[in-house]
Structures are given as structure tokens and as C-alpha cells.
């Protein structure tokens, strides 16, 4: 019996010593949503874990994806994407990440990374008002349904 209680526990040893495997969410960049709307990202809001990544995935052409670095935690690395070209960023800092696709902000194509806790909340809120129409209003609501 005591063979099987050492073997349980090097069992367990080695689940617990396994490393987290990091995800990749996938977010396209789409001329039409398939909830309507038009030049949006889809989807607009993802929530990670610190460590994960988020692949911006051009679907339709002529779309980029830019961090907005008002709406990002305090040292967040801002990324910058090329027109029409995917781009893949790993988020370590817990808090929330928004962007932007340039040519299309005006027309609301903004969205919104929560990673871990959104710790910069109260932050995001008040730089989200500086942003122009249709993107203040989107990007304000889903600032307000971070959790």
C-alpha cells in the first residue's frame, strides 16, 4: 500500500510541477460583423489570463490593429500592426487593452483586452471620453462590462 501512496504522490508532483500552457484567442478584423455592423473587430471584448496572447486576424483587407495607449496599464508595452497584415500580442500585465484599427476608429472599430482583473478601470473610463464619436460610445460600453 505505501507504493501506492508514493506512486499518487509523484503522480500529483508532476501535475502541479507541469507549466500553464498560455492560450491564443483569435479576434478577426471584418468589414461586416456577424452580429451586423460594419469595420469592427469580432469579437469587440476578450477576457484573458496574463501570459495569453490575442491574434488580430485580418479577414477583410485594409484593416490594422494599434494600441490605444491611454487605455492600458501603467508600463504596457503599445503595439502597432501593419495594414492588412495579422499581428499577434502577448499580454502580461493584468488590466485592460484597448485598440484601434486607424483607418476605421471614426467609424467606431475599436476593442477591449481584459486580462486578469481590469485594474485600470477607472483609468480606462476617463481616457475612453477623449475618443472620437462612434468609438467613445463603443469602446465606453465595453469598458463598463469589464468585470
Known amino acids: 500500500m505505501p507504493a501506492a501512496r508514493l506512486f499518487a504522490a509523484a503522480a500529483l508532483l508532476t501535475v502541479l510541477a507541469a507549466p500553464a500552457s498560455a492560450?491564443?484567442?483569435e479576434v478577426k478584423m471584418l468589414n461586416k460583423g456577424t452580429q451586423g455592423g460594419f469595420m469592427v473587430f469580432e469579437p469587440a471584448?476578450?477576457?484573458i489570463a496574463p501570459g495569453d496572447s490575442v491574434a488580430f486576424v485580418p479577414t477583410d483587407p485594409a484593416h490594422d490593429v494599434v494600441s490605444l495607449p491611454d487605455i492600458a496599464p501603467k508600463g504596457a508595452q503599445p503595439f502597432t500592426g501593419k495594414v492588412s497584415q495579422p499581428?499577434?500580442?502577448k499580454f502580461t500585465a493584468e488590466g485592460?487593452?484597448?485598440?484601434?484599427?486607424?483607418p476605421h476608429v471614426s467609424m467606431g472599430m475599436v476593442g477591449l483586452v481584459q486580462v486578469g482583473k481590469p485594474t485600470n478601470k477607472a483609468?480606462?473610463?476617463?481616457?475612453?471620453a477623449k475618443l472620437p464619436g462612434l468609438a467613445k460610445t463603443k469602446i465606453a460600453g465595453l469598458i463598463a462590462a469589464a468585470r
Open 96 to 102: 485592460l487593452y484597448g485598440y484601434k484599427c486607424v
Open 123 to 128: 483609468d480606462a473610463t476617463a481616457a475612453a
Open 23 to 25: 492560450k491564443t484567442f
Open 45 to 47: 471584448f476578450v477576457k
Open 87 to 89: 499581428l499577434t500580442v
